[in-house]
C-alpha cells in the first residue's frame, strides 16, 4: 500500500495550477499546442508558492472565481494538502 501525505498533495496540487496556467497562456499564442509547464522553481516557503501559483493563473486570464475543481480524498493526508493549496490561493470551498 502506498500512502501520499499532506505536502504531496500540496505541492501536487501546485504544479497541476502550473501546468494549466501555463497551456492557458499558451493557447493566447496561436501556436494551437498551447502552452508548456517548462521547469520549475524551488520555493523555500509555501507562502512564495502560493502567491507564484496565483499570480500564473491570473496572468493567464483565467479568474480564480471561475475555476471549478474536485479534490477526491479530502479529507486523507494528500487531498487534504490539496484542499490547503486551493483555499490560499483563494478558491472558495
Do not use: P, Q, W
Not at 499558451?26 to 494551437?32: F, L, N, R, T
Not at 499570480?55 to 493526508?77: N, P, R
Amino acid at each position: 500500500m502506498a500512502s501520499f501525505g499532506f505536502h504531496a498533495g500540496f505541492v501536487g496540487a501546485a504544479i497541476g495550477l502550473l501546468a494549466f496556467a501555463a497551456r492557458k497562456e499558451g493557447e493566447g499564442e496561436g501556436s494551437g499546442e498551447g502552452g508548456k509547464l517548462g521547469g520549475l522553481n524551488v520555493y523555500n516557503l509555501d507562502e512564495e508558492l502560493v502567491t507564484d501559483v496565483r499570480h500564473k493563473l491570473l496572468e493567464s486570464g483565467k479568474k480564480l472565481e471561475d475555476l471549478k475543481l474536485l479534490v477526491l480524498g479530502a479529507l486523507g493526508g494528500c487531498g487534504s494538502g490539496a484542499l490547503e493549496l486551493l483555499l490560499k490561493i483563494g478558491l472558495a470551498e
